[in-house]
């Protein structure tokens, strides 16, 4: 089967031959395992690693010049070394200088999604036919935390719901005016989109479920909608303990779980299988907070076909729950796959 092939039968539920393979890390993981390898390029390793590589498109930016440092919105950012590798973090928040809705009506403008051509979207499937294609979706939340600063976000929902309502319906007009133009550059070709908002922490949700229903759910339904419309899957990001909204997001339509956090609370794997197995396919469960960041070759090896066989051969994915850090072992990684190609053949 090639990589789409396998996964659109797990999508169907039909039967790979094979158990798909997905890989998620950092520039600095992904080079320290080429090393490891001797690949000397990403498909290289992808290819020995049998990953059944996801292909996203997206559009190109051509509205007004950016500063260097800068997105779109005017959030600028800042290169914070972690010690085995850098993040792009946020350090100017525009909209926090502002204190009521009308000041930001007034004072700030908005992205349009004329400023990105689509045009050439045809063109970057060409040679990757035989892959999944990711394209369109939203997470709008995880930018309106840039425009305001995460704190000033959280506080909103309660001192100034007017003002979080306002910029959603932005953001969200945004994502869904460009996911459309994909769908209407490429009909029938994207195989599902990534419709995302992180709600957990470690031990429970950073929302009440009260506001997940009020500012976030409605706008994603839409998203949802206009997906399955096209004839696309969704893909729902939502990292750490969301146990408690996973029933309101599986009967708002998502189709794929990522990343299935299981060491967070309430996320045990049997659980989520006896709960939602007929109803989503999981992506993800290979833990980075323990195994493949400190556990040995041994556990990670246990890990995967634990994976395997409590989330089910007829609904799963495998791949790490978050972007693979540099201070896990090549070899961890390494192990990860060998031993998702050896044990989850069918």
Known sequence: MTSKERWLAVLNREKPDRIPMDFWGTYEATNKVMRHMGCGSDEEMFERLHVDKVVGVGPKYVGPPVPEGEDVFGCRFKGVNYGTGVYSECVYHPLAQYETLDEIEAGYAWPSPDWYDHSDIPGQLAGREDRPIMGGGSEPFNAYNKLRGQE???????????????????????????????????????????????????????????????????????????????????????????????????????????????????????????????????????????????????????????????????????????????ISPPENIVAMYETGREYGEF
């Not at 306002?166 to 419709?195: H, M, N, W």
């Not at 949700?205 to 949802?224: V, W």
Request: with cysteine.
């Open 152 to 326: 000033q976000a959280f506080m909103d929902l309660i001192l100034h719901p007017d003002i979080v309502h306002f910029c959603l319906d932005k953001l969200f007009d945004l994502a869904y005016e460009s996911t459309r133009r994909i769908y209407e550059q490429i009909p029938g070709k994207v195989t599902f989109s990534y419709v995302a908002e992180d709600m957990g922490s470690q031990e429970s949700l950073l929302f009440s479920p009260a506001q997940i229903h009020e500012f976030l759910i409605p706008r994603m339904k839409r998203m949802i909608d206009l997906a399955h419309q096209a004839g696309v899957l969704v893909f729902h990001h939502n990292d750490g303990a969301i146990a408690q909204i996973l029933p309101a997001m599986v009967e708002a339509g998502i189709d794929i779980l990522n990343p299935v956090q299981w060491r967070c609370k309430g996320m045990d794997r049997k659980s989520l299988k006896r709960d939602f197995g007929g109803k989503i396919i999981f992506h993800g469960g290979m833990d980075n907070q323990y195994t493949l960041a400190f556990g040995s070759v041994d556990e990670v090896r246990q890990e995967v076909r634990d994976n395997i066989d409590l989330l089910g051969r007829d609904g799963y994915i495998l791949a790490p729950c978050h972007g693979l850090q540099a």
